[in-house]
């Protein structure tokens, strides 16, 4: 079946990085962007950007820009979200999502799923 | 940005009642890009709706979503016990793809 498994959880101190890998199966990987997105605990949803497997393009919130960067190993069906310059509010659990496309017979229908198990980050001195 | 904004924040209803879940957009949306998911205690978020109204493989025809424009709803027609969690809708129509920060459907 289509899943996406993540890395383990990290303990990182402040103003350093952390990189979470994200492994596909069951489908052809580079057909599909992956996105990524946080919840810090007890709290909301927060969407962190996307990446083309294919292409290696990608597009981030501007909230990350200049701190996370999104990239992938086609080899092994495997996409990275690495953040730095990590503090104390980066502390949240990371997922990836695969973006899927219905097609409704007249237009795309953009949806994530699946999602990866998540992956928690937790930033401490 | 578009800023989703969901009510109630929490929904206290019991087993067999009908719940009713908004989700308003500052801007116009097409429907094409507004999803719904639902998330249990401890996992990964999962794909109820997409398109606004189509349910995703092997969810349940109690669950509904309508909407257009800036105004949005997920209906659940008759509460089950495995129904209890937190509901989010998202829009794919312009970045960021932002999320609402969800509706807390919860056991009365």
């Known amino acids: 079946q289509v899943q996406l498994v993540q890395s383990g959880a990290e303990v990182k101190k402040p103003g350093a990085s952390v990189k979470v890998s994200c492994k596909a199966s069951g489908y052809t990987f580079t057909n599909y962007d992956i996105n990524w997105v946080r919840q810090a605990t007890g709290q909301g949803l927060e969407w962190m950007g996307w990446?083309?497997?294919?292409?290696?393009?990608?597009g981030y919130a501007q909230k990350f820009q200049g701190r996370v960067t999104m990239t992938s190993n086609t080899s092994i069906s495997t996409a990275y979200m690495e953040l730095s310059s990590l503090r104390s509010e980066d502390t949240a659990v990371y997922y990836c999502?695969?973006?899927?496309?219905?097609?409704?017979?007249?237009?795309?229908?953009?949806?994530?799923?699946?999602w990866g198990q998540g992956t928690l980050v937790t930033v401490s001195s | 940005e578009i800023v989703l904004t969901q009510s109630p924040g929490t929904l206290s209803l019991s087993p067999g009642e009908r719940a009713t879940l908004s989700c308003r957009a500052s801007q116009s949306v097409t429907s094409t890009y507004l999803a719904w998911y639902q998330q249990k205690p401890g996992q990964a978020p999962r794909l109820l709706i997409y398109?606004?109204?189509n349910r995703a493989t092997g969810i349940p025809d109690r669950f509904s979503g309508s909407g257009s424009g800036t105004d949005f709803t997920l209906t659940i027609s008759r509460l089950e016990p495995e129904d209890f969690a937190v509901y989010y809708c998202q829009q794919y129509g312009s970045s960021p793809y932002t999320f609402g920060q969800g509706t807390k459907l919860e056991i009365k």
């Open positions: 990446m083309n497997p294919t292409s290696g393009n990608t």
């Open positions: 999502a695969r973006k899927y496309d219905f097609w409704s017979g007249y237009a795309y229908l953009p949806c994530f799923d699946p």
């Open positions: 398109g606004a109204s």
